[in-house]
């Protein structure tokens, strides 16, 4: 079994968050939009 861990610095591909935090792409990207996701 994998850890997934979220870098501090850096980019990371969003399947990879996705893995991480249980949420579909739409949502993913009206959190960003709205600024939910900015200090992940």
């Known amino acids: 079994m994998t850890n ?3 870098p ?3 980019f990371v591909r969003l399947p990879a ?3 991480v935090i249980p949420v579909g ?3 993913w990207w009206e ?3 709205l600024g ?3 200090n992940l």
């Open 4 to 6: 997934h861990i979220i």
């Open 8 to 10: 501090e610095t850096g």
């Open 17 to 19: 968050i996705l893995k």
């Open 25 to 27: 792409k739409t949502t």
């Open 31 to 33: 959190g960003v939009n």
């Open 36 to 38: 939910v996701f900015h």
